[in-house]
C-alpha cells in the first residue's frame, strides 16, 4: 500500500467514525484541549481545569454507550437526541456530585466509571444471549491493539521530529510540548481510528472467522506459559504450607493478576475449545486447577487484614478475587455459559466497590476506625469518648496509630477518624496522644514524602527586585541577563551567580531539615501554607527569599531527609 493510499484509508476511517460517533468525538476534542491546557501550567493546574479533564474523558465511554444503545434498540433519531440528552445530565451530576473536589476517593471513581462504561460499550451489542459475543470480544481486542501501535508510531514519529527541529534547526522544542503531541495522538488519532474499526449492530460473527494469527497465540504460546506458572504456583504454595511461612502482600499479586489473564485467555478460546485439543483440555483443567490457589490468595489476605485491617487495595483484592472465583465456580457448573455475564458482573462489582455503602471506602473507614478504637482501648487510652495522652505505650503500637492517621489524612479526610478533636491535624499529635509520630518504616527502611505550597496562594514579592522559578530536574545553568542560577542534584545545592561571580549558595537540604522537624512526614503528599516552605536569607551581596513550589525526597533510617526533586520560587535583591 502507497501513501496515497493509505493517508485515503485513514482519512476515511476518521470521516466514518466522526459521522457515527460525532458527540463523542466532539467530547475527545475538548478532553485533548484540556489536557494540553493542562500541560501548559507545568506544574499546579488548577483543580478545577483537572476536574474538567476527568469528566470529558468520562464522557467518551458514557457518550458511546449511548450511541450504542441506540444502534442497537434501531430507533429514530429523536430517541437518539433523548439518549445524549440523559448522558448531559448523568455527566454534569456526576462532575458536581462526585467530582466536586479533587482527592483520593474522587480519583478512583473516576477510574473505576471509565471502565464500568467501556465494559457496557462491549457489553450491549451482544447483552444478553446474543451468540459469538467472544468473537465480536475479538473483534473489538484487535482494533485496540492495531490502534495502540499504529498511535505510537505516529507518536515517536512526531517526536523525532521535534528533536531533530531542536537539536538541528536550533528552534528551542518546550519538554512539554513531546506530551501535548501525546494528548492529540490519543485523543485526536487513536479514538477515532479505534471507532472506526468497530463493527456495526448488524454485523455477525462466526468462529470460522477466528484470527489464525490468534489462534497460535493463544493455543501454542499463553497456554504453555499459564501452564507453566500454575504448576510453579502449586509448588510455591506447597512450600507456604511446609514452612508456614507467609510472605507479605506478594500472594495476591500473584494469584489475582494471573487469574484475570487466564479468565481473558479462557474467554477467548471459547468459540475453538471444542474444535482444538490443547484450547479443549486447558480450559477443562485450569477452571478447575485454579480455584484452590485463589482460596490461598484469600488465606494470606486474611493473614494481613487481622493485622492490620482493611483498607482500599486490600478490599479490592478481597472484592476482585470474589468475583474471579464467581467466574470459575460458573464455568465449572454450567454447561452452557453465557459469556456476556462476565463483562456484566464485572461492572457490577465495580459498581459497588466504589458507589454503595458496601464501598470500599466505607467498608476501609469502618475497618480502620475500629482499630483504632481497639489500640486506644488497650492503652488506656479512651475515657468517654475522649483520647487519653499516654507517652508510655509500646512504639509499635504507636507506629499502628500513626500509621492510621497517616491513612486517614491522605486518604479518607482526617475528619472522618473518630475520637480525634475537631480541629486535629498531624503537627497536633503530641498534644493530643503525647508522642510524636512513629513512622512505620518500609522493608528498605525508607519512607517518602512531596510537600507542596497550597493552590492560588498568594505570594509577597514586596521588598526584592527580582523574581525567578527555577526546578531541580535541569541541571544546566539558568542564564538570566547577568544572572545564572544552577542547582547540583548531588548535594542539593543551590548556587546564584552574577557575570559568572558566585554570590551566593545553599544547601536545601538544610531548608528541608526545619520544615520536616516542624511538620515531620504524616503522608506522602502534604500542602502546606507558602510561609511554612519559605526561606529567608541573607549576606553580604544578596538579600533573598526561597520559596520551595513542591519538593519530593525521601528519609532512611538515619532520618535524614534527600531530595529527589524540587522546584524553586526565588525573590532577590543585590545589595
Known sequence: MNISNFTFKITKAFENSIKRFPVTFLFSLAACITMISIVEYRTSPPSTLQRLAMILILSIPVTLTAKIIWERRQEDYARLLIYYAVSFVFIIGYYFIYLNKLDYISTSRIVGSNIIFYLLFLLIPYFIDRKNFEMYSIKIFTAGFITSIYTGVLYFGLSAILFTIDRLLEVKINPETYLQTFFICVFIFAVNYFLSLVPRIKD?????VFPRAFNILLNYIVVPLLTAYTIILY??????????????????????????ITILVVFFLAPIKEDVKIAYYFTKVITKAIIPLILMMFTSMGIRINAYGVTEPRYYVIIAGIWVLLVFVYWNITKETKNTLIPFTLAITI??????????????????????????????MLKDGKIIKNPNIDKKDKQQISSIISYF??????????????????????????????????????QYFYYRIKQN????????????????????????????????????TLYIFKNNI?????????????????????????????????????????????ILNNVSGRKGEDQTPTIDGCEFIIMFSIK
Open 204 to 208: 455477525n460473527f462466526t468462529k470460522d
Open 235 to 260: 509448588i510455591y504454595f506447597f512450600k507456604i504450607l511446609i514452612t508456614q511461612n507467609w510472605p507479605k502482600g506478594l500472594v495476591s499479586h500473584l494469584v489475582l493478576w494471573y487469574s484475570f
Open 351 to 380: 459498581f459497588i466497590s466504589l458507589f454503595t455503602p458496601l464501598s470500599s471506602f466505607s467498608i476501609s473507614r469502618y475497618s480502620q476506625n475500629k482499630r483504632f478504637e481497639n489500640i486506644l482501648k488497650r492503652n488506656n
Open 409 to 446: 489524612e491522605y486518604r479518607q479526610g482526617i475528619d472522618k477518624l473518630k475520637f480525634v478533636p475537631s480541629d486535629f491535624n498531624s503537627s497536633k499529635m503530641k498534644e493530643v496522644f503525647g508522642f510524636e509520630y512513629e513512622a512505620l518504616y518500609t522493608p528498605d527502611s525508607i
Open 457 to 492: 496562594s498568594l505570594i509577597d514579592i514586596k521588598g526584592y527586585d527580582y523574581f525567578v522559578q527555577i526546578n531541580s530536574y535541569n541541571i544546566d545553568t539558568t542564564n538570566m541577563k547577568e544572572f545564572s542560577f544552577k542547582y547540583n542534584n548531588s548535594n542539593a
Open 502 to 546: 558566585l554570590i551566593y549558595s545553599k544547601n536545601i537540604n538544610e531548608i528541608l531539615k526545619g520544615i520536616y522537624e516542624k511538620y515531620n512526614m504524616l503522608q506522602k503528599d502534604t500542602e502546606l501554607a507558602v510561609d511554612a516552605l519559605t526561606y529567608v536569607d541573607e549576606n553580604q551581596n544578596i538579600k533573598i527569599k526561597i
